[in-house]
Every structure is written in C-alpha cells, then in structure tokens.
C-alpha cells in the first residue's frame, strides 16, 4: 500500500478525541490502566456505530482474553461507569458512557470547590496579615471577629476589604468602625471592583477639601497609588 493510500485509509477510519480530564485524572477515579483502554476502546466503538462489541472483539483490540474483558466490564458496571442500555428494537442493546461523564463532570466540579475553598482560605489568611501589618500590632479577637463577618455575612471580598483598608489609611483614620463604614457605603454604592472603589475614594476625598486645600495636599504629599500595593 503506497504512502498515500495508506494516509487515506487513516482518514477513513476516523480520529477518537478523548477528553484530557479523563486522561489526567482517571486514576483519581479508582481507574486502572485496562480499565481505562477499555472505556477508551468502548468509546471507538460507538463512534464507528458498533454500540454493543462482543467481549471478544474488543479484547481482540487490547492485550488481555475475553473472560478478562469480561470481568472488566461486570466490574465498570458496579462501578457505575458504564451502563447497558435497551434500544427501541427488539434486542437491541449499547453500552451507555453517560454514568463516566456524570461521575468525571462530578469530579471535576468537586475539584473546583476545593480549589476555591483553599483560594478562598489562603485570601483569608492573607488579609489579616495585611491588616497586622498596617496596624503594626496582632489583631484584638474582636477585630478578628470583625473580619470574619465581613468575609462570611456580609460577603465582601478580601480584594475590597484592603482596598477599604488603604482608604482608612489614606484618610488618616486607622479603626475598623471606619473601614466598616466604607465596606458598607461601598456595598450601598454598588462597588464590586477594586477600580470601582478607587475612582469613588478620589471622588470622596476631592468632595471633603476644598480647591485651595486639595492643590496644596498634591504639593506637600505625593499621590499614594494602592492599586500597586
């Protein structure tokens, strides 16, 4: 077979694409390696329109026997990977991937939560050390507590939660009955974004100097830019 003949019978038979999760992660799945080139031999299969191969046909496509092929598919089904569907015709069964999507789509969902939980933990621990530092002292339980309310009830973000912490310490007033009440203007003003709340502290600061004194403040202090903290 010529080079080209041998390329067009390639075409011919088609590609699988196989989602890189299950590559990546099938072992987090209690997955083995037969078990995993089964699915994936499973998988060719229905793509080619055989939706039910014998053991035999597919343990002719892997290394291990039939009986082998067998035990593998009884144990996937227990598994609650695969599925045997009934078709409309008399007789007519497929093997169903949909329990394996389900349980990868859970998978992955699970990780995500983890990922932002431990995100969420991190930006946590993070804050509070912005808030010693600035402070210049360990935070009272009380603070801690009010720290904790702002992040668990009243759902403000750690990025806007430090961005209120550098307008009290732009404006001189370093006590968290003052960031609270800018955490709470902020919420009422509908300000989510860190640019958000730096455009609306300008507008506030330049509306509580007069003219004379704002041209003097940009002389005697340089703009203190938190955005690059």
Known sequence: MEQKELLMHW??????????VLLTHYNELKLTEA????????FACKQKGRHFPTFEELAARMTISAGECSILIKKLIQQQMIAIEQGDSLGFESYSLKPLWKKLAEFMMQQSRQSALHQAMNDEQDLYTCFEQ?????LSPLECE??????????????IIKAALREAVISGKMNFRYIDRILFEWKKQGIETLEQARKYGQRFRQNQSSPDQVQRS????????????
Do not use: C
Not at 35 to 42: A, W
């Open 11 to 20: 075409m011919d038979e088609g590609m699988v694409s196989v989602p890189q």
């Open 35 to 42: 078990e995993l080139v089964l699915l994936l031999q499973i």
């Open 134 to 138: 600035e402070f210049g002292r360990p």
């Open 146 to 159: 009010t720290l904790a309310i702002w992040i668990d009830q009243d759902h403000h973000d750690a990025v």
């Open 218 to 229: 940009r002389k005697a202090v340089p703009f203190y830019n938190w955005l690059e903290q």
